[in-house]
């Protein structure tokens, strides 16, 4: 059963860079049937949708957020990877990684358990 | 980007009632989209797909009709595991967006 895991340093200083990563167990990142995606949740509040990046390594931003995001993958550690920059009180939020089919058009069927990422001098 | 209203924010019932939660898309989305349930401290867990088809292990007391901008789940008869919150999310267009939650609770 494929399972994903986030995990993160917990606390980030603002302007800082944010990093982020997704270990897929269970199965293979490269796979050609999914793909995979940062949503995050700040605290109370609803999910946002940062980015996606397909097993060919085609990457998918939210508008908003695309000239601090960058998704990777990390094939031989079968991790995926979010850089977010210069990150503000408004970037606090618990950051979930999730699966895509490939056949199943942009809903998320498996994600993982999250991370809460704070950040705060 | 399509903002997705849910509606009520928060609704309160009883085991066993029939409740209904409202998802309205501010332009037509045609029937792309999704519900899912997330239980405090959880990740989201999807329940419906392309509007109404229930995703695999689902119970079928979850259903969801609707199409172009008006989108409700209905949960036929309400157990204790489902009280929570739920999110509608559109796929029609990027960005992929969320409505706010419905909070159901106990009455």
């Known amino acids: 059963q494929l399972q994903l895991q986030e995990s993160g340093p917990g606390l980030v200083k603002p302007s800082e860079t944010l990093f982020l990563t997704c270990t897929v167990s269970g199965g293979s990142i490269s796979s050609s049937r999914y793909f995979w995606a940062w949503i995050r949740q700040p605290p109370g509040k609803g999910l946002e949708w940062i980015g996606s990046i397909s097993y060919t390594g085609a990457t998918y931003y939210n508008s908003s957020l695309k000239s601090r995001v960058t998704i990777s993958v990390d094939t031989p550690k079968n991790q995926i990877s979010l850089q977010l920059t210069s990150v503000t009180a408004a970037d606090t939020a618990v950051y979930y990684c999730a699966r895509r089919e490939v056949s199943a058009f942009w809903y998320f069927d498996l994600w993982g358990r999250g991370t809460l990422i704070t950040v705060s001098s | 980007d399509i903002q997705m209203t849910q509606s009520p924010s928060t609704l309160s019932a009883s085991v066993g009632d029939r409740v209904t939660i409202t998802c309205r898309a501010g332009?037509?989305?045609?029937?792309?989209l999704a519900w899912y349930q997330q239980k405090p401290g959880k990740a989201p867990k999807l329940l419906i797909y392309k509007a109404s088809s229930l995703q695999s292990g689902v119970p079928s007391r979850f259903s969801g009709s609707g199409s172009g901008t008006e989108f409700t789940l209905t949960i036929s008869s309400l157990q204790p595991d489902d009280f929570t919150t739920y999110y509608c999310?559109?796929?029609?267009?990027?960005?992929?967006?969320f409505g706010q939650g419905t909070k159901v609770e106990i009455k």
């Open positions: 332009q037509s989305i045609s029937g792309w």
């Open positions: 999310q559109q796929y029609n267009s990027s960005p992929w967006t």
